[in-house]
């Protein structure tokens, strides 16, 4: 799991301008999507996103298929070398992770794909179709090859000079996390350090802000200002995220229970966790560990 450290640098460079404005010109310019994410991140890269794929769009929808691609999503989520690595999801589509460093670190990646590289053939639309018919979509057939064929497509040689663009890109970014990481280190407030850090270690307990100030000696009306400057987000919302990534690790195990785990993590109702975790990785805690003992 990424440490606090990593996941505060990756989330600045997605809020980052610089970043914005490369992913807008990107996709004006390849058709494609982009997406900086962390290196633990099983949901669905594109999804709702700018250019996503109309075919993956539709997959999304439905349980059996979304777990297809989740299954690709783990794939390029677990590679942690300083290579771009490409997969081919069951449909045919290319993806890609292109890994964004801070020194010897991997903190995230470069995200984009959900491409075809050459014509899709009778026989590839006949097993798509057999695929989706197994997975209960028979009625929908029609629909989802519509989509399909609606897929961008590019020759191999000009998605490799996109590939080697990311590349580039890649390497700035690593540039402007090196600073970020300068600035951090002086910039936060060693109260700030210390509350996520209380954090981190209290958040299978009924924790409230209430508590997090009083433990960094401050008052609750300035310490939610206070945290929200530093961490970029509200003490609700990061405490969240932090249970959800603990849940994260303990559904790797096929023995514990969702209910288990959703206390073990923090949460006070297995509904409120289900809401949550679905609101933060894109799919209930079943699905997703279904799509990783799935990818595993």
């Not at 590349?167 to 090196?178: C, D, I, P, Q």
């Not at 350090?193 to 009924?206: F, G, M, P, V």
């Not at 959703?262 to 609101?279: E, L, M, P």
């Amino acid at each position: 799991m990424q440490t606090n450290a990593s996941n505060f640098v990756q989330e600045r460079l997605a809020r980052s301008e610089i970043f914005k404005d490369y992913e807008r010109a990107f996709g004006e310019a390849t058709g494609l999507p982009l997406t900086l994410s962390p290196v633990e991140d099983w949901h669905l890269a594109h999804h709702g996103r700018r250019h996503e794929n109309p075919f993956c769009a539709l997959l999304a929808r439905h349980n059996k298929a979304c777990a297809a691609c989740l299954s690709t999503q783990y794939d390029l989520a677990g590679y942690t070398t300083g290579e771009p690595r490409s997969v081919t999801c069951f449909a045919g589509l290319r993806e890609t992770a292109v890994p964004l460093r801070l020194g010897e670190k991997t903190i995230g990646f470069l995200r984009t794909g959900e491409v075809l590289l050459q014509k899709p053939q009778a026989s590839h639309l006949a097993r798509l179709e057999k695929q989706l018919r197994a997975w209960g979509l028979g009625s929908k057939v029609e629909e989802f090859k519509m989509a399909f064929l609606n897929s961008p497509m590019l020759s191999p040689k000009r998605y490799d000079s996109i590939i080697h663009l990311l590349k580039v890109f890649a390497e700035h970014l690593s540039l402007v996390a090196n600073q970020i990481t300068l600035q951090s280190d002086h910039a936060e407030p060693a109260n700030m350090t210390r509350a996520r850090q209380y954090i981190d270690e209290h958040k299978a307990e009924d924790l409230t802000l209430k508590q997090v100030a009083t433990a960094v000696n401050m008052s609750s009306f300035y310490f939610c200002k206070q945290f929200h400057k530093a961490v970029g987000c509200t003490f609700t919302k990061y405490l969240a995220r932090v249970r959800v990534e603990a849940a994260k690790k303990m559904l790797l195990d096929p023995n514990a229970r969702v209910s288990e785990v959703a206390y073990d993590s923090g949460f006070q109702s297995i509904t409120h966790f289900n809401r949550v975790f679905k609101n933060l990785v894109g799919h209930s805690p079943t699905e997703y560990r279904a799509a990783v003992a799935k990818a595993a």
